[in-house]
């Protein structure tokens, strides 16, 4: 069965910092690049980065402008998303999903495999 399944989320102040991380399991992980998106109410799902692995290319959201950090650990199967100087405007749901194409795209509808989601509050 295939699971991702994102953690680290929470409350945090303005300017602060957390570390998301998504744990996957049940599929061939090296062959997949992984992204992460967000999503508030009422709202389109919006991609904020992903890895590919092969290559450990990475891409970024146009907001994300230095703030966050993608990363993965293939040993464990491990995708990590540093988020700093979070602003209230990054509060959303943020979900870790996997493509088994190995693109590096921001586009969710790319993505095959989705985690539940993690909340991120960021308070002003």
């Known amino acids: 069965e295939v699971q991702l399944v994102e953690s680290g989320g929470g409350l945090v102040q303005a300017g602060g910092s957390l570390r998301l991380s998504c744990a996957a399991s049940g599929f061939s992980f090296g062959d997949y690049a992984i992204g992460w998106f967000r999503q508030v109410p009422g709202k389109e799902r919006e991609g904020v980065s992903c890895?590919?692995?092969?290559?450990?290319?990475?891409d970024y959201g146009d907001f994300v402008k230095g703030r966050f950090t993608i990363s993965r650990d293939n040993a464990k199967n491990l995708v990590y998303l540093q988020m700093n100087n979070l602003k209230p405007e990054d509060t959303a749901v943020y979900y870790c999903?996997?493509?088994?194409?190995?693109?590096?795209?921001?586009?969710?509808?790319?993505?095959?495999?989705w985690g539940q989601g993690t909340q991120v509050t960021v308070s002003s």
């Open positions: 890895i590919r692995s092969s290559d450990g290319n990475t």
């Open positions: 999903a996997a493509d088994a194409g190995a693109s590096i795209s921001t586009i969710p509808d790319r993505y095959d495999y």
